[in-house]
T-cell receptor, first 110, second 114 residues
Framework: GQNIDQPTEMTATEGAIVQINCTYQ??????LFWYQQHAGEAPTFLSY????GLEEKGRFSSFLSRSKGYSYLLLKELQMKDSASYLC???????????FGGGTRVLVKP | DGGITQSPKYLFRKEGQNVTLSCEQN?????MYWYRQDPGQGLRLIYY???????QKGDIAEGYSVSREKKESFPLTVTSAQKNPTAFYLC?????????????FGDGTRLSIL
């Protein structure tokens, strides 16, 4: 079976850094995605990791350890507009069939 | 502009009624997907299609049906057999059905029961 775990909610201060963890147990692994979703809107693609290590994209970075079944999304220099849910999704099988975690709601406070 | 269009934005269903949610993309993507999202939860896969005239069941296909007669279109029918249809429905597409391509999402349809 497929299981993706991430914290339900996190709170951080504007300008700070927040790290959102994601652990997974899947029958296979073909890559891990992070998406951002503002309330009532569509998810938007943030990052993709398939090899171990850190991928940096501006204020957002994503890390993967395949041996530990672990990833994190790092948000730096937090802005109010970063308040959203962040979804971890794993492609665990052949074909682009994703299994999503429940999402982590991040609240950025002034 | 290229993108994915879902319609309607809001939909109401009466008991015993089938309703169809539209999803159209002009991105020339081969693969398309339907997800259901319940409040405070992640996305669950209903059906997906990697190529025209072919589709597969996802994790929660019961009570739903789809067709893929054209590359651009992947409508989802919520049948009367789906006893708890109230949810946010999201359609997505990707360049192909391989594992390294991000999925791009439409703005969703919110379905409620009357």
């Amino acid at each position: 079976g497929q299981n993706i775990d991430q914290p339900t909610e996190m709170t951080a201060t504007e300008g700070a850094i927040v790290q959102i963890n994601c652990t997974y147990q899947t029958s296979g692994f073909n890559g891990l995605f992070w998406y951002q979703q503002h309330a009532g809107e569509a998810p938007t693609f943030l990052s993709y990791n398939v090899l171990d290590g850190l991928e940096e994209k501006g204020r957002f970075s994503s890390f993967l350890s395949r041996s530990k079944g672990y990833s994190y999304l790092l948000l730096k220099e937090l802005q109010m507009k970063d308040s959203a849910s962040y979804l971890c999704a794993v492609n665990g099988a052949a074909g682009n069939k994703l299994t999503f975690g429940g999402g982590t709601r991040v609240l950025v406070k002034p | 502009d290229g993108g994915i269009t879902q319609s309607p934005k809001y939909l109401f269903r009466k008991e015993g009624q089938n309703v169809t949610l539209s999803c159209e993309q002009n991105l020339n993507h081969d693969a398309m997907y339907w997800y259901r999202q319940d409040p405070g939860q992640g996305l669950r896969l209903i059906y997906y299609s990697q190529i025209v005239n072919d589709f597969q069941k996802g994790d929660i296909a019961e009570g739903y049906s789809v067709s893929r007669e054209k590359k651009e279109s992947f409508p989802l029918t919520v049948t009367s057999a789906q006893k708890n249809p109230t949810a946010f429905y999201l359609c997505a597409s990707s360049i192909d059905g391989q594992g390294n391509q991000p999925q791009h999402f439409g703005d969703g349809t919110r379905l409620s029961i009357l």
